[in-house]
């Protein structure tokens, strides 16, 4: 079982790329920790402890949860991976809207290299927009509205004059900066995918705080349990996750100069989930945006209006069955949406009759394209069902346990990128040293 590992720390190129990337991930989570120039460290603390074991939930909670709770903190690096993220998929997005976009994307690792640099321009601007807004919902006390005794949310900036707010957002859209210069070192000399291991990691550090909760608050047995149901789901999670159609494909020979080129059989893999977690962010930030409305507009009235009582009770309250409902159905949405935009069967179709590729009992050209259509259908039904039933688990343990909430890190969007990221880790590592084995066969 430890044999593998034995293998890692036994291999020096791959040794020194996994301390690599420790030492990155030190780094990331010495910054996470860091509070930004201004911040009253101590009344923060206070106020996130308040927060926490209060019911209500918080507005940017995606976000703090991929950041491991350094947003709430307003640390260095509390805007986190984010930006970098919904950089990505804006970008990805616009490559069907945007002809220039699509041209870059077939021109191969060039145009790569320029979508790769618009991605950092709007990262920037993104972490600017966001950084400001979080300041100034700091400054006028909303960032954490469950006050507990011992906490003043309007004390938590030492200096809320202009320059004092402008270093702080400066500070914090430098870290998103840095975060992202982290994740692409990982990337290109480290193992496994840069940004995808910071979401791990930020996941994970909070997962010890959010179990020793459930253990002090529901004790032995509910703990117990939790830890059992969380095998479960790891498994049903892994199981489907590994879960994919293998379309057969086999390709003619045809001669190329002198040489033969074909002939040969392979298979194109659809996963079961093939768009990821993509539609549990699209979801979840939609989501969000009702709780920022009446945020930003609690200020203004004395009296909660109608409607803002119905979104309180329906949109925003997370245990409420309109909100588990809707959140559903939206991920189901999300999910054909996002796999319509990145999966084009024509395209795919025409790859393959480029090069002499053909499905069996299938022609080539418009009915290969019917066909994995058909096919990429079928299959986005249970994979869209499957996220949805597992992004909703924290919802209903809310509901079942009197809407505390404290179980969110162990289900849904959590649980799912952790297994995610530490399959495709794992995948990665097993590669490189089976490329490793047979060049030492080879010698």
Known sequence: MLSPLVAVLKTPDLRKKILYVLGIIVLYRIGATLPSPGVNFREIQSCVDAASAGDSGQIYSLINMFSGGALLQLSVFAIGIMPYITASIIVQLLTVVIPRFEQLRKEGQSGQNKMTQYTRYLTVALALLQSTGIVALAATGNLLPSAGEGCDP????????????????LVMTAGACLVMWFGELITERGVGNGMSLLIFVGIAARIPAEGKNILDQRGGLAFGLVCVAIVLILAAVVFIEQGMRRIPVQYAKRMVGRKMYGGSSTYMPIKVNTAGVIPVIFASSLLYIPQLILQMTSQ????????????????????????????????????????????????????????????????????????????LNRITLPGSLYLGIISILPNLFMDLSSGTGQNIPFGGTALLIIVVVGLDTIKQVNSQLMQRKYEGFLK
């Open 154 to 169: 309007t004390a938590i900036l030492r200096d809320d004059s202009i320059i004092g707010l402008s270093i702080i957002v």
């Open 300 to 375: 203004s009235d004395t009296e909660a209006s109608e409607w803002k009582v119905w979104m309180q009770d329906n949109l925003i309250n997370p245990s409420s069955w309109f909100h588990i409902v809707t959140y559903f159905l939206l991920i189901i949405f999300f999910t054909y949406f996002y796999v319509a935009v990145t999966f084009n069967p024509e395209e795919r179709a025409d790859d393959m009759k480029r090069y002499g590729g053909f499905i069996p009992g299938i022609r080539p050209g418009r009915p290969t394209a019917e066909y994995l259509s058909y096919v």
